[in-house]
């Protein structure tokens, strides 16, 4: 099983930049995919980018694509989101969450172990 620790969340004005990070631990076939998710008060959890740990490949969702960066570091086994030109619309909880599918999938259903969560406040 994997284990997952958010952390690098806050309160950020509109424009500025965080990174997030993803400590994952446990058995490493749990996590093929890695993914960020994030959820705002009263919406569904929606996917915001995934990457493959075994090459690197990434997918975004629209919405991000452009500002978000996703990336791995295998030897801290870590997964960063580095996230610029924030908007008000982004504040939400942000998730990581690992995937035992060789692709990487936008669906929460197919995640099976998730982080706590970190909040991001973007002020407008």
């Known amino acids: 099983q994997a284990q997952m620790v958010e952390s690098g969340g806050g309160l950020v004005q509109a424009g500025g930049s965080l990174r997030l990070s993803c400590a994952a631990s446990g058995r490493t076939f749990s996590r093929n995919v890695m993914g960020w998710f994030r959820q705002a008060p009263g919406t569904e959890r929606e996917f915001v980018a995934g990457i493959r740990w075994s090459s690197g490949s990434t997918y975004y969702a629209d919405s991000v694509k452009g500002r978000f960066t996703i990336s791995r570091d295998n030897a801290k086994n870590t997964v960063y989101l580095q996230m610029n030109s924030l908007k008000a619309e982004d504040t939400a909880v942000y998730y990581c969450?690992?995937?035992?599918?060789?692709?990487?999938?936008?669906?929460?259903?197919?995640?099976?172990?998730w982080g706590q969560g970190t909040q991001v406040t973007v002020s407008s």
């Open positions: 969450a690992a995937s035992t599918m060789v692709a990487i999938t936008s669906s929460p259903g197919y995640y099976d172990y």
